[in-house]
C-alpha cells in the first residue's frame, strides 16, 4: 500500500528527490514518516510531517538539507534531500498511520504501514 520510488546513486553534495505513493486507502488523515537503515545499523527516524502536512520534523542531521512534504490529493509524500552526504547511504522507508492523539511521530513503533524501501548512496 506504500511504495518508495526515487533512490540511486549521487555525489557527495548532490541532490535526490524520493516519493511514496500510497493506494488501497487515502492517507489524508494518516500521518507520514520517513526512515532510514544504512548496513549494519539499526532503522532510524528522518522526519515525519502531519496528515495535514501543517507540522514537520526532522532528525538534527538533516535539518536544513531534506524537506518532507505531502500531496493528499495525489495521495503521495516526498523527501526532497539537497547536499547529500556519504553518511546519507542508507535504504530509506516511508511509512504511515492514524491515531486522533498523534501529529507526528518518529519512533518506528507508532507505524504501522511500510513501504518497501529504496537504495540512496552518496559517493565520496
Known amino acids: 500500500q506504500l511504495q518508495a520510488s526515487g533512490g540511486g546513486l549521487v555525489e557527495a553534495g548532490g541532490s535526490l528527490g524520493l516519493s511514496c505513493a500510497a493506494s488501497?486507502?487515502?492517507?489524508?488523515?494518516?500521518?507520514m514518516g520517513w526512515f532510514r537503515q544504512a548496513p549494519g545499523k539499526e532503522r532510524e527516524f528522518v522526519a515525519a510531517?502531519?496528515?495535514?502536512?501543517?507540522?514537520?520534523r526532522y532528525t538534527d542531521s538533516v535539518k536544513g538539507r531534506f524537506t518532507i512534504s505531502r500531496d493528499n490529493a495525489k495521495n503521495t509524500m516526498y523527501l526532497q534531500m539537497n547536499t547529500l552526504k556519504p553518511e546519507d547511504t542508507a535504504v530509506y522507508y516511508c511509512a504511515a498511520d492514524r491515531d486522533s492523539r498523534v501529529v507526528v511521530a518518529a519512533t518506528p513503533e507508532y507505524y504501522e504501514y511500510w513501504g518497501r524501501g529504496t537504495q540512496v548512496t552518496v559517493s565520496s
Open positions: 488501497g486507502r487515502t492517507f489524508s488523515s494518516y500521518f
Open positions: 510531517i502531519s496528515a495535514s502536512g501543517a507540522t514537520t
